[in-house]
């Protein structure tokens, strides 16, 4: 497996002001995603998808969100085989779990966490079959 990041998240004050930026900007298509009402979530298309939301060619999509508190910063999720043994790797080569394994529902697991010089970063084990 190639370990490569394959999403972005922007948090934001006012979304509906990032949405316009970026779209006017790159181009970027954006679209609300249901459920997440209260983080105000739109999935944001940078390259075209299939119909599993898998990029039909390179580049990396991602998200916009209501900023849950100041402290939310801009996050990319890197694919792993395995969260859980990512995750000690993680913290063997000095760094830090900042949030343990979460489950995203029909997606697979996240976990986010903190490289040796305080920069975050998330790791992002796929579900399959």
Known sequence: MDHTIVHFEIPADDVAKLKTFYG???????????????????MVTTVPVDENMKPLRRGVNGGIYKKQDQQSKFTYYVQVESADEYSKKIEELGGKITAPKMEIPNMGWV???????????????????
């Not at 970027?28 to 979530?41: A, I, L, Q, R, T």
């Not at 986010?112 to 079959?129: C, Q, R, V, W, Y």
């Open 24 to 42: 006017d900007l790159f181009g970027w298509k954006m679209e609300k995603v249901p459920g997440f009402e209260s983080m105000d979530y739109h």
């Open 111 to 129: 976990v986010f966490a903190l490289d040796p010089e305080g920069n975050a970063f998330s790791i992002f084990e796929e579900k399959t079959g």
